[in-house]
Structure formats: structure tokens, C-alpha cells
């Protein structure tokens, strides 16, 4: 009877030695596992956010009117940096100039947007949008003006600014 | 080594809660992947988008290539990357334009330009992909139609497959 009761004894001692084992194991496979789901949850949310800030940015820079300019390039400046921040800020009274001599009205939406690239810090992006330019050339009549643009993203203080838009011809 | 009942007792509870503990280590490990979702449009890694989307340009260069010399043969090649239910889809719309390359011997020299990630799950892939579509007829000089093209790619039994083609 008592090698009986020592026989169980020692055969909970290995069960219990295996499963700590078993747990040790498992602990680090989670830890592992929750590491690289951080990394990728925080790719995945870098896809959303420069997607977001790329389809403002674009349109943005598809809808300005000579009426609105001011207004118009003040909200493609907000989400740009670098020359492209600058361009629309030290430059603005040019081009409003330009824009209520010619009479340019432009109006579109973003159709698609996607991802080149993206890490940490740069990402680059398509848009394709579709959308109208008028101005005293077209006398005053809508044109179709379909864009396939690139854009540069960098990461400033945890917001995706646009540091270039580049017509893709 | 004791044989002592509390022992026992003590080693049976922790041997449980041994189990117990195993048990949410693999509920952690087999859980199940994220789902896309409105903030969420990529959800797997970029090695895989990567993939999916070269392949989706190339199989889109190889669709849209096509000359009056052997289109019936090139529609039969092109349909080979296709889901069965687009490769469908396809055959009839090449089918109905058929007449007018052979009357204008059109040839269509298609390139990518740039392509990217639009939504992206282990099931579906789209992407957006800049082609330049180079059209000649009759041995004419050819002319640059520049198109944005959304694909979508389906993992099927036979690898990843075109299932849709929109232009604009």
C-alpha cells in the first residue's frame, strides 16, 4: 500500500515537472509570438495611416479654385513638410496670383490608394484620382483630369506628412 | 521524497494549474489572424502583399498584351492566370472585341509603371497598378494610353489568380 501511495507520489512529481517544462516552452513561444504581432500590428496600422494621410493630401492637391486658393493651398500645406510644405506656404501669394489670373477651378476625389512602400519612418504611395480642371483656356468648361500621382511620406511626430507629389505621366 | 496525502494534494492542484496555464498559452498561440477592416485595409505581412502584388502586375502586363496576329491563343494563355468564374467573364469580352483588332490589326504592348498594395487579407490581395498601354493598328506608330488598373487577386488550390480587372 505505501509503495502505492510513493508510486503516485513520484508519478505527479514527473507530471508536474513535465508541464512546468511544457509552460516554460509555451511562455516563451508567447512572448515570441506577442513581439512579432506587435511588429506587425504596427506595420499593419502604418498601411492605415499613410493611406489616410496620402488620400487627404491628394485631395487636397485636386480641389483648389481661384475663388478658395488661399484656403486651398492652406490645406495642402497642413499635411505636407520639407520643400513641398514650403512651396505652398512661401509661395502662396504667386500662386494665388496665378490661379485667379487663369481662372482655375480644379474638383476630383481619390478612386484607389496604395501601398509602395512603408516602414518606420518613409512610405510611398499611389493615388489614382479622377476629377476636372476648368480655366480661361478651357473657357470656363470642365476637362476630365484623371491624375496617377506618387507620394512621399515621411513620419513627423507621429503624423505621415507629404514631402513630394509627383504627377506619374 | 514524501508520500505524504498534503504532498499529493499540492502536487495534484499545481499539476491543474500547470494545465490550465497550457491550455491559454496554445489559446494564445492558435489564435486566429486579424481581419481587415475600414482601419485595417492590410493584415498580412509585406512580404506576402509584396508577392501578391508583383504577381498581379505581371499577370496584368501578360492579359493585356495582345495582338490580332494570335490573339485566340494569347486570350487561351491569359485565361491560365484567371479564376475560373473571371477567366469566364474575360473570354467573352475578348470574344466581342475579337473583330476589331483583326480589322484594325491592333497590337497591344502593355508595361507597368508602378504598382502598390490597396487591401490585402491571406485570402485577397488588390492591387493598384500604373500601366502604360502602348497601341498600335495597322503597323502604326504606337500610341501611350496611360490607365489605373485595380486587381484583384484570390488564393485558390492553384496558387494566387486573377479574379477581377477594373480600369479607368
Redesign the interface.
Known amino acids: 500500500m505505501?509503495e502505492a501511495?510513493?508510486g503516485?507520489?513520484?508519478a505527479?512529481?514527473v507530471?508536474?515537472g513535465v508541464?512546468?517544462v511544457?509552460?516554460a516552452v509555451?511562455?516563451i513561444?508567447?512572448a515570441q509570438?506577442?513581439d512579432a504581432r506587435a511588429r506587425?500590428?504596427a506595420?499593419?496600422?502604418r498601411?492605415?495611416a499613410t493611406?489616410d494621410a496620402a488620400t487627404a493630401e491628394a485631395t487636397a492637391f485636386v480641389n483648389v479654385s481661384h475663388e478658395t486658393a488661399e484656403d486651398d493651398l492652406a490645406r495642402i500645406a497642413a499635411g505636407a513638410t520639407g520643400p513641398l510644405k514650403d512651396r505652398y506656404t512661401e509661395d502662396v501669394r504667386r500662386i494665388v496670383r496665378s490661379l485667379r489670373r487663369d481662372q482655375t477651378a480644379t474638383a476630383g476625389e481619390v478612386?484607389?490608394?496604395?501601398?509602395?512602400?512603408v516602414d518606420d519612418a518613409n512610405a510611398?504611395?499611389?493615388v489614382?484620382t479622377?476629377g476636372t480642371r476648368e480655366d480661361r483656356r478651357t473657357q470656363d468648361e470642365p476637362e476630365d483630369r484623371?491624375l496617377?500621382l506618387?507620394l512621399r511620406l515621411v513620419e513627423v511626430d507621429g503624423a505621415w506628412l507629404t514631402s513630394e507629389i509627383q504627377v506619374?505621366? | 521524497?514524501?508520500?505524504s496525502v498534503p504532498?499529493?494534494r499540492v502536487?495534484?492542484v499545481?499539476?491543474v494549474l500547470?494545465?490550465g496555464?497550457?491550455g491559454v498559452?496554445?489559446w494564445?498561440?492558435l489564435g486566429g489572424t486579424?481581419q481587415p477592416g475600414a482601419?485595417?485595409?492590410?493584415?498580412v505581412?509585406?512580404l506576402v502583399a509584396r508577392s501578391v502584388?508583383d504577381a498581379a502586375a505581371q499577370d496584368l502586363t501578360q492579359i493585356t498584351s495582345t495582338s490580332y496576329r494570335n490573339y485566340d491563343d494569347q486570350v487561351a494563355e491569359a485565361t491560365t492566370v484567371m479564376t475560373p468564374e473571371f477567366a469566364a467573364t474575360y473570354r467573352a469580352t475578348a470574344a466581342s472585341l475579337a473583330p476589331t483588332f483583326q480589322e484594325r490589326q491592333r497590337e497591344i504592348a502593355a508595361e507597368v509603371?508602378?504598382?502598390?498594395?490597396?487591401r490585402a487579407t491571406d485570402r485577397q490581395v488588390?492591387?493598384?497598378v500604373?500601366l502604360d498601354s502602348f497601341v498600335s493598328e495597322q503597323g502604326g506608330e504606337p500610341v501611350r494610353l496611360?490607365y489605373?488598373t485595380?486587381v484583384t487577386m484570390t488564393k485558390t488550390g492553384h496558387g494566387w489568380l486573377v479574379s477581377n480587372i477594373e480600369t479607368?
Do not use: I
Open positions: 505505501r501511495r510513493e503516485l507520489s513520484l505527479l512529481w507530471l508536474v508541464l512546468a511544457a509552460c509555451g511562455g513561444q508567447v509570438a506577442h506587425e500590428s506595420q499593419h496600422a498601411y492605415d493611406l478612386v484607389w490608394a496604395g501601398v509602395v512602400r510611398t504611395v499611389l489614382a479622377d484623371d496617377r506618387r506619374v505621366d | 521524497m514524501s508520500g504532498l499529493r502536487l495534484l499545481l499539476a500547470l494545465v496555464l497550457l498559452e496554445a494564445y498561440l486579424p482601419d485595417r485595409p492590410v493584415v505581412g509585406d502584388v509603371v508602378s504598382s502598390a498594395v490597396v488588390q492591387a493598384l500604373y496611360p489605373r485595380l479607368r
